[in-house]
Structure formats: C-alpha cells, structure tokens
C-alpha cells in the first residue's frame, strides 16, 4: 500500500474562529500543521504518494507542504470547486492514483489523531480479502460520528452516520475515520457529483454484498473538530500521551517553540504550545492551552484549556476557561470569559466587557469588530 487520499475540504465549521483563515488539518498542533503528524504515521506504514482532497481555502495546503520532498513523500493536490462530500471527494481524487484495481489504498479524513498501526490494518485488508477494511472505535457518545456494528466475524453489518434518535444507537462502535480501500471500489463510486462516502457508499456497499470489515482497535484516537479536542489532541502530543514522529521537541508539560518569550516566573503546564514570537508576562498560569504564533498573554492572567489565535493579545490579570479567542482579537485586562465563549477574529472586548453568566456560556461568538461578545451564535 503505497498510496493514500487525504480528505482535507472540509469547512472546520465548528472551530471558527480559528478556521476562518486557515484549514481545520493546517492548524498547528504540538507546534507543526496538523497533518505534518497524519503524514508522518501514514510515511511509517509505507505510504510514499499521497493524493490531497481539497476544496475549502485549497491552495494553503500547496503553499504549506509543497511537493512533499522534505517529508520524503510524493504529494498531489486536486481541487473541487463545489465541495463533492467525502465520498465525491475520494471519487475525484482517485483520477490521479496508480495503484492497480487490486492493490490497497489507504483514506484518511483529515482531522484525526490516532496511534493506529496502519500497516496491521494493510496487512488484515489483504489477508482477509476485503472490499474496504474500516478502524473502528469504541466511544462513550457516538452520536457525533458514523455507528458501525459489526458481526462475530468482524463484517460491518450497517452504517448508519450520525443517529438521531436513541433507538437508532445499537452499537457503541464507530467509524475512526481510516479504511482501506481495494482500488478497483474506489473507481465504482460516482464521479462528477456529491457523494457521501458514509450516507451513500458505505450502505451501497453493504446493499450489494461487498466484504466490507471492521477493526475495532482501542488504541489512542481523537477526531480534532471541535475547540475541545483541539487543545486536547496538542497537549496529549505536547505530553506523550499519543507518540508522533513529527513532534518539534521532546515531550513535556509545555512546547516552547523558537522565538517565544516566556517570563521566568510564568507557570506552564498540561502539555501547553507556546507558538514562535507568543510572548507571556509575569506571574502568567497557562494550562494544557495552545498559544498561536505571536500570541501575547499580558502580566498575571490565568489560560485554561483555552487557544489564543495567531497575534492575538490577552490583558493583564484576565482569566480564560476553555476559550477561543481569533487570531488579531485583544481582551483587555481583567476580563472574566466563561467556558465555551468564542472570540472572532480581530474583536475587541474592552476591560471588564463580558459579564459571565452561565447561559451566555457554550456557544457565544463575538462578530469581528463587536464591541463585546454578546451576540448569539
Ligand atoms: N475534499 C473534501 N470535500 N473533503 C471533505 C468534504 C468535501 O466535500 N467534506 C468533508 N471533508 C473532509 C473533512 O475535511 C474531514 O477531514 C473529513 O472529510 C471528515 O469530515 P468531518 O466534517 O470532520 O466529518 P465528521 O467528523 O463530522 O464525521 C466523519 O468522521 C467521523 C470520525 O471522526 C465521518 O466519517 C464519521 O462517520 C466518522 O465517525
Ligand atoms: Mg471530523
């Protein structure tokens, strides 16, 4: 398996506002784009060709890895200009694979951090004479994802994405987001339009009777699209909890990238990124949150599991729970914001501009140039 499609067109619509200039799988994570550790585990496993799925902000991706030389990997990019779905989207970009009709090809979403051994999954794809062979995961709460049961014999009997109705979750299985596909099935799904590959391909498959597997592999896995498992998925990284040969530094309780000025007397813990050129003032506490290039967090505030976009800059003695602030936004000092509050990029809230209440907390976004951040989402 020498090749693999990378699904990376998706809008990151539940990370703004940090997407709004930058694709959910190029924001940094442990101080490298995200997918700089996706391409990495892939290259492991003995990919050497990747093609790239792109629609939404494409042309960064190009600008970011190029043609894949310094990774030793031979990258691709294709465009949609309509956004095809996943399914449409891995259709179109296996126009551009060589593999041959039986050889296996690996599909990765684009937003996944896992420690899955890659290769084992290649191998039972092959030893087993599957169709497709997906990853699948044992979650708590699958209602944000695919539901994938599976019978004694590992064959994936449905697929239903995303159920809606507590009847509907039989199983506490899902799909992580990884499979294996023989190429010959990729060029059966419809070309020139939307395809889900999830609400379409997947039950089409099972229709037709294609030996479509499930592994289930408990390993470590985090699907990266909300604020929460985004500083999460880093600071695993940042603390070692999840290995990728792609880390910047050695792992620890903080990342201090190059260029970063942190005051000596500064308290950073639980796997924090301080992003090159971020500087932290005096008596500061960051933990387990992910500063962005040219952050700056001003004397005594307190960072709690929260990300600060790229020059963005934090006043002195604020205090952030699980908070998103854009890149270019300022807090002025002495502001209290309640978990879950979003901050677009280049707002402004002047000091002591958020009172904290509990129902303005989960999902609050400040328009960029609002006075303060009121507005509902
Ligand atoms: N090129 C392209 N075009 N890529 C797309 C498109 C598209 O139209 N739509 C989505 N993608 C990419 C996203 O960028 C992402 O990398 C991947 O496809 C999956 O999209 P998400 O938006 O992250 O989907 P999800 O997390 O809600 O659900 C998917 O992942 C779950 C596991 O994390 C599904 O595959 C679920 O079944 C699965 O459980
Ligand atoms: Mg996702």
Same mark, same amino acid.
């Given at each position: 398996?020498t090749?693999?499609?990378?699904?990376?067109?998706?809008?990151?619509?539940?990370?703004?506002p940090?997407?709004?200039?930058m694709?959910?799988?190029?924001?940094?994570?442990a101080?490298?784009?995200?997918?700089?550790?996706?391409?990495?585990?892939?290259?492991?496993?003995?990919?050497?060709?990747?093609?790239?799925?792109?629609?939404?902000?494409?042309?960064?991706?190009?600008?970011?890895?190029?043609?894949?030389?310094?990774?030793?990997?031979?990258?691709e990019?294709?465009?949609?200009?309509?956004?095809?779905?996943?399914?449409?989207?891995?259709?179109?970009a296996?126009?551009?694979?060589?593999?041959?009709?039986?050889?296996?090809?690996?599909?990765?979403?684009?937003?996944i951090?896992?420690g899955?051994?890659?290769?084992?999954?290649?191998?039972?794809?092959?030893?087993?004479?599957?169709?497709?062979?997906?990853?699948l995961?044992?979650?708590?709460?699958?209602?944000?994802?695919?539901?994938?049961?599976?019978?004694?014999?590992?064959?994936?009997?449905?697929f239903?994405?995303?159920p809606?109705?507590?009847?509907?979750?039989?199983?506490?299985?899902?799909?992580?987001?990884?499979y294996?596909?023989?190429?010959?099935?990729?060029?059966?799904?419809?070309a020139?339009?939307?395809?889900?590959?999830?609400?379409?391909?997947?039950?089409?498959?099972?229709?037709?009777?294609?030996?479509?597997?499930?592994?289930?592999?408990?390993?470590?896995?985090?699907?990266?699209?909300?604020?929460?498992?985004?500083?999460?998925?880093?600071?695993?990284?940042?603390?070692?909890?999840?290995?990728?040969?792609?880390?910047?530094?050695p792992?620890?309780?903080?990342?201090?990238?190059?260029?970063?000025?942190?005051h000596?007397?500064?308290?950073?813990?639980?796997?924090?990124?301080? @992003?090159?050129? +971020?500087? &932290? #003032?005096? *008596?500061? %506490?960051?933990?387990?949150? =992910?500063?962005?290039? /040219?952050? $700056? !967090?001003?004397?005594?505030?307190?960072?709690?599991?929260?990300?600060? @976009?790229?020059? +963005?800059? &934090? #006043?002195? *003695?604020? %205090?952030?729970?699980?908070? =998103?602030?854009?890149? /270019?936004a $300022? !807090?002025?000092?002495?502001?209290?914001?309640?978990?879950?509050?979003?901050?677009?990029?280049?707002?402004?809230?002047?000091?002591?501009?958020v009172?904290?209440?509990?129902?303005?907390?989960?999902?609050? !976004?400040?328009?960029?140039?609002?006075?303060?951040?009121?507005?509902?989402?």
């Open positions: 398996m090749e693999a499609i990378l699904l990376v067109g998706g809008q990151g619509t539940r990370l703004r940090l997407t709004s200039h694709p959910k799988p190029l924001l940094p994570v101080g490298v784009p995200f997918l700089t550790h996706q391409l990495a585990r892939a290259a492991a496993a003995g990919v050497t060709r990747i093609v790239f799925a792109t629609s939404y902000l494409a042309e960064l991706f190009e600008a970011e890895f190029g043609d894949g030389g310094q990774l030793g990997l031979e990258l990019y294709v465009t949609e200009k309509v956004p095809l779905g996943t399914g449409g989207a891995i259709r179109n296996a126009e551009r694979l060589r593999s041959a009709p039986d050889e296996p090809v690996l599909v990765l979403n684009g937003d951090l896992s899955l051994d890659i290769a084992a999954l290649r191998d039972g794809h092959r030893a087993s004479g599957a169709d497709v062979t997906l990853h995961k044992r979650v708590d709460d699958p209602r944000a994802f695919g539901l994938v049961p599976t019978d004694a014999d590992g064959r994936v009997t449905a239903l994405e995303k809606q109705t507590p009847e509907e979750i039989t199983t506490d299985q899902i799909n992580a987001g990884c294996v596909f023989t190429r010959a099935v990729l060029d059966r799904i419809p020139g339009r939307v395809v889900s590959v999830e609400r379409e391909t997947f039950p089409e498959l099972l229709a037709s009777g294609a030996h479509v597997r499930g592994v289930v592999n408990d390993c470590y896995w985090l699907d990266l699209g909300t604020p929460a498992a985004f500083v999460q998925g880093s600071a695993d990284l940042v603390r070692g909890k999840v290995a990728s040969p792609a880390l910047p530094g792992v620890g309780e903080a990342l201090v990238l190059p260029g970063a000025h942190v000596p007397s500064a308290v950073l813990s639980g796997g924090t990124v301080v @992003g090159p050129g +971020a500087v &932290i #003032g005096e *008596g500061t %506490v960051v933990e387990g949150s =992910v500063l962005l290039a /040219g952050a $700056r !967090i001003d004397a005594r505030a307190s960072l709690h599991r929260s990300v600060i @976009g790229r020059h +963005a800059r &934090i #006043g002195g *003695g604020s %205090v952030l729970d699980a908070v =998103v602030v854009g890149d /270019g $300022r !807090i002025d000092e002495g502001n209290e914001l309640p978990p879950g509050l979003r901050i677009a990029c280049g707002a402004h809230l002047p000091a002591h501009g009172r904290t209440s509990a129902s303005a907390a989960p999902c609050t !976004i400040a328009h960029s140039g609002a006075p303060h951040a009121s507005t509902p989402h």
